[in-house]
Every structure is written in C-alpha cells, then in structure tokens.
Nanobody, 115 residues
Framework: QVQLAESGGGLVQPGESLRLSCAGS????????MAWYRQVPGKERELLAY?????NTKVLDSVKERFTISRDKNTLYLQLNSLRPEDTAVYYC???????????WGRGTQVTVSS
C-alpha cells in the first residue's frame, strides 16, 4: 500500500527556515517522480517543486531562490528558507501514479509564518 506522511511544519518567524519531510512506504522514493504542493484556504493546490525518477528537479520560479527539493533513501524533503508570511499554507507531498503503482497524497503539514 502506497502511503506518504509529511512532517516538519510549524510556526516560524519571517526569515526563518524549515525542512519538511515526506516519508514514503509501499514504493521506492529514490526512483519515483514526486512533488511538493501547498494550499491555502479558498485557493487551489499549487505545485511548488518536482523531482523526477532521475533526480532532475524543477521548482516554481517564484520560490526557486528559497525552496529546494531533494530526497534521500525513502524520504522526500523540501527545504524552505527565508520564509515569508505569504508562505503560510498546508504543504503536501504527492506521488503521481506510475509504473502500475497508484498515486498518493500525504495528509499535509501546516507551515505558519508570523511575527
């Protein structure tokens, strides 16, 4: 069974950093295309960063100077630097369906940036 579980969110002040983690089970994170999204109430879920099966990455232009996607063993990461109040959202990791393995979403982790 494919499962994803995010962690690492919290309340931080503007300018601080967080590292979000997404633990995967039921498949090999190291060789899977995966992505990070975020969502604020009343808005659509926004794709932030993507890593493909060969570890090529793509980050949304508006955050690429501050956010970095990476993975290690069976965990996907999103490093968030120089956080701003507008980064406040629920952050989700996602594995698209591929190779006969169904897609999955985690339950999300809340990031709140406030002074």
């Amino acid at each position: 069974q494919v499962q994803l579980a995010e962690s690492g969110g919290g309340l931080v002040q503007p300018g601080e950093s967080l590292r979000l983690s997404c633990a995967g089970s039921g498949f090999d994170v190291r060789f899977s295309a995966m992505a990070w999204y975020r969502q604020v109430p009343g808005k659509e879920r926004e794709l932030l960063a993507y890593i493909d099966s060969l570890a090529n990455t793509k980050v949304l232009d508006s955050v690429k100077e501050r956010f970095t996607i990476s993975r290690d063993k069976n965990t996907l990461y999103l490093q968030l630097n120089s956080l701003r109040p507008e980064d406040t959202a629920v952050y989700y990791c996602h594995r698209p369906s591929a190779g006969g393995i169904p897609g999955a979403w985690g339950r999300g982790t809340q990031v709140t940036v406030s002074s």
